[in-house]
């Protein structure tokens, strides 16, 4: 139990070009998706909180208007990294939570070159 | 000072040696404590989740809490090569609150 998917695995974009991730919760029902960056040999990043139904909270630092994310059901949330630029390349995870619990299941994650 | 403090490492054993990975935090609100595992180029994958204090054993692994001390462990015990990993300690005072991460230690275990 506890799975959670994501695709594309990886993906490779030209600048200028807008590009969404999709992540799924496979076996349980999410109601805060999370969306978090890596860069290598880093930890994680959280970029925003995204509640089923409702605009997702953003860190501090973070576009909103660059990182579009949208969390339409209780089991999928997608970013939209719009107008990719070389410094958007990044490792991308998302994580979900089961509803009434605190616990945070990960995706495989999502590379995104741009070039 | 961060939230969270962990040593990145690397950290490097033989086989079979018994691992010992730590964490220290500051805020004595964070109640939940996890640990992940995270290989190369892969998502986080949930180790350990223990509430308050105490210790919480999963097969070769174990984790303790010492909310006094505001220290967190993993042992992992009969370490194998498969166990060489990033792992990750993180936590949060509940009530749906985001995770604060650890930098990480990376974990190499040697043949």
């Known amino acids: 139990g506890a799975v959670v998917s994501q695709h594309p695995s990886w993906v490779i974009c030209k600048s200028g070009t807008s590009v969404k991730i999709e992540c799924r919760s496979l076996d349980f029902q999410a109601t805060t998706m999370f969306w978090y960056r890596q860069f290598p040999k880093q930890s994680l990043m959280l970029m925003a909180t995204?509640?089923?139904?409702?605009?997702?909270?953003?860190e501090q630092g973070v576009e909103k208007d660059k990182f579009l994310i949208n969390h339409a059901s209780l089991t999928l949330s997608t970013l939209t990294v719009t107008s990719a630029h070389p410094e958007d390349s990044s490792f991308y995870i998302c994580?979900?939570?089961?509803?009434?619990?605190?616990?945070?299941?990960f995706g495989p994650g999502t590379r995104l070159t741009v070039l | 000072q961060k939230e969270v403090e962990q040593d990145p490492g690397p950290l490097s054993v033989p086989e079979g040696a018994i691992v010992s990975l730590n964490c220290t935090y500051s805020n004595s609100a964070f109640q939940y404590f996890m640990w992940y595992r995270q290989y190369s180029r892969k998502g986080p994958e949930l180790l350990m989740y223990?509430?308050?204090?105490g210790n919480k054993e999963d097969g070769r692994f174990t984790a303790q809490v010492d909310k006094s001390s505001k220290y967190i462990s993993l042992f992992i015990r009969d370490s194998q090569p498969s166990d060489s990993a990033t792992y990750l300690c993180?936590?949060?005072?509940?009530?749906?609150?985001?995770?604060?991460f650890g930098a990480g230690t990376r974990l190499a275990v040697h043949p």
């Open positions: 993180a936590m949060n005072s509940g009530g749906y609150n985001k995770l604060i």
């Open positions: 223990t509430y308050s204090s």
């Open positions: 995204s509640n089923e139904g409702s605009k997702a909270t953003y």
């Open positions: 994580s979900a939570r089961n509803s009434g619990r605190n616990e945070q299941f």
